[in-house]
């Protein structure tokens, strides 16, 4: 079992256009705003989703795993085959080393038979909180291993976001992560992942807008890209298309050529793309 230190980034708020979000989200066109709530919602599903599986790949569970700076307890209880491990961030913010922050507990169920071609996992939240916004629902995770070696997890998405200003999102749908390199070194610089999949985000008013990622132009995320400080290194998506849907509108954000120059685009309705910022 490898132990490694993800240095995680997340999509950050990439915003052009400030704009009046509660009327936005009563519309049926694809406003800047959608997309902000994409990324936020992208942020929280893509910490828990490293921490589930890293926290669910070793036992007893290591601090590696927890992507946080030592405000995290894990209490770990077994009946049968049958691990519960639940991760207690405490009442207070917890930062994680990606900068983010959260507290509340995230709740895992899963097998202790580490070397199964498939496993599936499960969990849940209670008071969970990333960066202000309360997380509930549940997924679960299907993870095989391929002929190739590759590992992929399949995520059952099912997840309620309400933000610190009382809006509230809900998602649902399926998310394939699939680690395509550099699982079988104890580096995290030689880490490639590769995430298709297709899910709806539907607002208070009940308006949704969907997400698909082909498995023609997935999103590949490598950590190899430079950090500022040296000797660490950035988690980034540097390559890769999401087609946004809303109504008859749609958006295409375009991640790169594969290079980590921390930008992407978006074109709305065959408009001239427009240059964001992955994050701040």
């Not at 709740?107 to 202790?112: A, C, G, K």
């Not at 059952?156 to 809900?170: H, Q």
């Amino acid at each position: 079992m490898k132990t490694k230190i993800l240095a995680l980034g997340m999509l950050a708020c990439f915003m052009l256009v400030s704009c009046n979000k509660d009327e936005n989200e009563k519309t049926t066109t694809i406003e800047s705003s959608d997309i902000v709530t994409n990324a936020k919602i992208d942020n929280v599903a893509d910490d828990v989703a490293q921490i589930v599986e890293n926290q669910s790949n070793a036992t007893p569970a290591g601090r590696y795993s927890s992507l946080s700076t030592g405000c995290l307890n894990v209490t770990t209880t077994q009946s049968g085959d049958t691990f519960t491990r639940t991760l207690d961030y405490g009442s207070t913010n917890c930062l994680l080393d990606n900068g983010n922050f959260v507290r509340g507990k995230i709740i895992i169920t899963f097998m202790n038979d580490f070397t199964a071609q498939t496993r599936t996992l499960n969990y849940s939240f209670e008071n969970f909180y990333h960066n202000d916004r309360h997380i509930e629902g549940n997924r679960t995770v299907v993870k095989t291993r391929l002929a190739n070696g590759h590992i992929r997890s399949e995520i059952n998405l099912n997840m309620t976001v309400t933000n610190p200003d009382g809006r509230v999102f809900t998602r649902t749908g399926n998310r394939v992560r699939e680690f395509s390199a550099g699982y079988d070194t104890d580096t995290v610089e030689d880490n490639v992942f590769l995430i298709t999949g297709s899910w709806t985000t539907t607002n208070q008013n009940g308006i949704a807008h969907t997400n698909t990622i082909s498995d023609a132009s997935p999103l590949r995320i490598i950590f190899s890209c430079n950090q500022p400080i040296v000797g660490q290194h950035r988690y980034e998506i540097v390559s890769g298309i999401i087609t946004v849907v809303k109504n008859n509108n749609t958006a295409v954000i375009d991640y790169g050529d594969g290079t980590c120059d921390n930008t992407g685009t978006i074109t709305i309705n065959g408009g001239s793309p427009i240059s964001f910022t992955l994050r701040n």
